[in-house]
């Protein structure tokens, strides 16, 4: 919803006048929500619309350029847990962009399907999956501004958006002193490397 709000605020409207939330959940759910004209959008992960894609309703992305670069996973590790371990968290990085470099390569699209399934037998039963493939690597695909940064950066400005939101919704009920203590691009370079 802080997502979300930070878009719309942005576009100069505003929860209850101009839009409202409904939780409609994800799957056959926000189906049902949208085939009985509850809902006429839908805020969710590339998963979910891949979820509706199979159901036969296809969504139009209209996440504006600018919000394409923010995160919605991010990688998290206690301070305690880098200073006991400080490799952890080079060798984590450079696993996972590898693994992201093997399965963004079209020609390795079946290979990354079946270790997939492999990893989620339920999932990878699944007609979506295929599809869900095709979302999930156009989105973890860096935006064209930050391409040159590897997987895994991000940018400092998107931090500060994301903190400003979260206190302006009440998710955080006070802005943090400094955000480089809770947010940092260090590993990416070697990630990358």
Known sequence: MSFSKAILTD???AEGTDYTFLPVGDGGTAAVAFLRDEVNSYAGAVSDAAILAARGLTLREITPEAYLGFFGNGIAMLAGTMAEMPDLAPKFGRALVRGTR?????ANKEKALAHCAAGNPQEGEQDYAASLYDGVV???TPTDAFIGQGYGY???????AIH??????????A????????YTNEFVAGWNA
């Open 11 to 13: 576009l100069g409207m």
């Open 102 to 106: 093997f399965a963004s390569d079209m």
């Open 138 to 140: 156009n989105r973890m």
């Open 154 to 160: 991000q940018p400092p400005e998107h931090w500060q």
């Open 164 to 173: 400003d939101s979260a206190v302006a919704s009440g998710a955080l009920e």
């Open 175 to 182: 802005a943090l002193p400094d955000l480089a203590s809770v």
